[in-house]
C-alpha cells in the first residue's frame, strides 16, 4: 500500500495551495480518507475527512470554510483545497486511509496507512 501525497510549497499568507494524494495497492473505495497535519512542535492533528463516495464530510474548526477535502475514486486521489491560507496552518501535511469500524475520524489510532507527508509553508 503507497500513499503519495503531494502539492504543498511556499505561500503567502491569505493565497491558496491544492494538495492531492495517490493511493495504490488498496481498494480506495473501502476506506474513509482524511488529511492530519503536524505544526512544528506540536502533535499531528486532524484537518479533515471524507468518507467513500464523498457524500459526508468532516473539517476541524480551525479549517472550516477555508479548506475543501474531495476525492476522485477513478484517480484514486484525495484532495485537499486551501484557501485563505493562514501563517498557523504552516505544517507537515499527511493523507491517512481509515480502517473502518467504529470511532471518531479524527483518531489517529482508526488510520491503517499513512503517507509520507507534505510541507505547507505559510508565509505572513
Known amino acids: 500500500v503507497q500513499l503519495q501525497a503531494s502539492g504543498g510549497g511556499v505561500v503567502q499568507a491569505g493565497g491558496s495551495l491544492s494538495l492531492s494524494c495517490k493511493v495504490s495497492g488498496l481498494t480506495f473505495t473501502d476506506n474513509l480518507m482524511s488529511w492530519f497535519r503536524r505544526a512544528p512542535g506540536k502533535e499531528r492533528e486532524f484537518v479533515a475527512a471524507?468518507?467513500?463516495?464523498?457524500?459526508?464530510?468532516y473539517y476541524a474548526d480551525s479549517v472550516k470554510g477555508r479548506f475543501t477535502i474531495s476525492r476522485d475514486n477513478a484517480k484514486n486521489t484525495v484532495h485537499l483545497q486551501m484557501n485563505s491560507l493562514k501563517p498557523e496552518d504552516t505544517a507537515v501535511y499527511y493523507c491517512?486511509?481509515?480502517?473502518?469500524?467504529?470511532?471518531?475520524?479524527?483518531?489517529?489510532?482508526?488510520?491503517?496507512?499513512w503517507g509520507q507527508g507534505t510541507q505547507v509553508t505559510v508565509s505572513s
Open positions: 471524507i468518507n467513500w463516495n464523498g457524500g459526508s464530510t
Open positions: 491517512a486511509s481509515h480502517r473502518g469500524g467504529y470511532g471518531h475520524v479524527s483518531d489517529e489510532q482508526k488510520y491503517a496507512y
